[in-house]
């Protein structure tokens, strides 16, 4: 076994490797960005070392780097995690050249499987099945267009380098591929350096299963079931599971059967994922599934099938890489309970899960409920230069339903302030009837994506903790000081106070009343009620209002407070009392860079007429697309930008001229 290892990587995987490592008396090496000079990752680690500023291409893609702090360590493997080098035969023909194990597949493993369209060519041949679609090399646009016109509409683009949603696009329209396909090049190209995409049929009630497998170096290879992925937006996982839901036996027989095939016509050593794609039009079936993709590497999802199977893949990785045979055959492995995966990020759901950036004032993970996997602590800050994940949310049951409710309670108990996350969606779909009976296909969230996304209206209890937090009368009485119960009391009448709040956009005014004793009078809209603070400990309020009582947890931070309540976060600002109310004329009339990113394409110049919803802009942000539209009819009074300028969160794009000016 090693020794030491370094761990290419960042986040909650840098961290979830070393927690094996750990484990098995194996020194970790820890590299690093200066975004993340004071991250998780590097605290954990028995050494850490720099290796560029924070652009991936001058850090975690920075072999040459990465080579020499194996020597400067002494590291005799390299883990590469998920992402950035793990799926880069030349950075592993690197490492061999330089001695140092390389913790994955080969590198003809991984180039045999790194291009979809030669894999799938592989695959036919291995005996197992694939998509229709054109996997060639010809990629003349109107010959494409040609060959999506004969497998006919809906079709699904996609790069034929990489994974992870990028470089995928969907058609429904044939007047609409030429666009989408210039869409998938571009961020093929930003991705992984490929503009080049394969064709394939778009099922109209996919699954997306994937097995897992394992092999060695001496000849085995076996999976560890199945999990299913078809929880997605944007074609990429938000919740996924272990075992698939309604998944008959001949099935889980033939995908595993045809998953090891796939490993074994590779010589595959080390963790991989074979993810297929199932019609359930008519339920699922031992003859209705194709083969996708291949992932040589380790998988986000990975929690589940440990927890399912009782085996920590992390270890069988080192093991395997250390030159053990795989640590037991096929006939020895089964599966127990059901477990769940939710992937908490920092992004705003019902502004098209645009990534958010900031700091994570607050942060509170279900660890008692759940098993949260994790890369970031309170105070850390999420940056445009890195996927926005929070945490991995798992846990594990002895029925799905058991495991489903044990992961709403998890998400609802999840507290984080400062950052927008994505954990009310994720509560939201835990709730959704068809994903609860486990009626799932990768439609589901489009389809129901507006009722996914409705942010409940603020409790009126919840405004009024967030007007006495406010207005500084929320104070823990710790029994020293007889006058902290007399907060805002006054001698000759109950004393006015009010607390200026805003609540989605919207200021409001909240009268508060002195009682005495920790009882205050709120005026709401529903009228007044009066709340008694049983008890106030680190933002945490046991109260009571009309003979109930309850429980709450509010946080002040540097942009206001959030008041976390029945599994929901409420963010309230706290504009200032002196400064005069903003001027509202103009709203709409400038295009403004809702996060940090890159100007890939402008399609409008001064003086064009537009529409309302017009595209005018594409905005690269961590390697995703986000076209921005025009905000009303009108004409292009000034544009502030150039395509390839990077621009900051809240950056003028352009501007339209005035209503009166352009008439």
Known sequence: MFKKILIANRGEIACRVMETARKLGIKTVAVYSDADAKAKHVAMADEAY?????????????????????RLSGAEAV??????????????????????????????????????????????????????????????AAFLKERADEIGYPVLIKARA?????????????????????????????SFGDGRVLIEKYLTKPRHIEIQVFGDNHGNAVHLFERDCSLQRRHQKVIEEAPAPGMPEEMRQAMGEAAVKAARAIDYSGAGTIEFIADVSDGLSADEFYFMEMNTRLQVEHPVTELITGQDLVEWQLRVASGEPLPMGQDRLSFDGWAFEARLYAEDAPKGFLPAIGTLEHLALPVESARVDSGVRSGDETTPYYDPMIAKVIVHGSTREAALGKLLSSLEATEV???????????????????????????????????????????????????????GLTR???????????????????SRQFALLEISGERRDVEVQALGSQRFAVHLEGGVKEYALIKVENG????????????????????????????????????????????????????????PGLVKVLSAKAGDAVSKDQPLVILEAMKMEHTLKAPRDGIIGEVLVSEGEQVTDGTVLLALAEEADAA
């Open 540 to 595: 945490s309020f046991t109260y009571e209002c009309d003979g109930h009582r309850a429980h709450a947890v509010v946080v002040k931070g540097s942009k206001g407070l959030t008041v976390f309540m029945n599994g929901h976060a409420f963010p309230v600002s706290l504009p200032d009392t002196l400064s005069a109310d903003e001027d509202a004329t103009g709203a709409g009339d400038h295009l403004v860079a809702p996060m």
């Open 417 to 471: 302030a400062g950052c927008v996350t994505n954990a009310g969606f994720l509560a939201a779909l835990c709730r959704h009837e068809g994903f609860a009976s486990g009626d799932v296909d990768t439609g589901l969230i489009d389809r129901d994506l507006e009722k996914l996304i409705e942010e409940p209206a603020m409790p009126e209890d919840a405004i009024a903790l967030a007007a006495l937090a406010a207005l």
């Open 162 to 190: 990489g994974g992870g949603g990028k470089g995928m696009r969907r058609v429904d329209d044939p007047n609409d591929f030429a666009d989408a396909l210039q869409g998938a090049q571009r961020e093929g190209e930003a």
């Open 476 to 494: 823990p009485a710790n029994g020293s000081d007889p006058f902290e119960t007399l907060a805002g009391w006054r001698i000759w009448s109950a």
């Open 50 to 70: 720099r290796i560029g500023p924070a652009p991936v291409a001058e850090s975690y893609l920075n072999t040459d780097k990465i080579i020499e702090v194996c």
């Open 79 to 140: 883990h590469p995690g998920y992402g950035f080098l793990s799926e880069n035969p030349d950075f592993v023909d690197a490492l061999d050249k330089a001695g140092i194990t390389f913790i994955g597949p080969s590198a003809k493993s991984i180039r045999a499987m790194g291009l979809k369209d030669a894999a799938k060519a592989l695959m036919e041949e291995a005996g197992v099945p694939v998509v229709p679609g054109y996997h060639g090399d010809d990629q003349d």
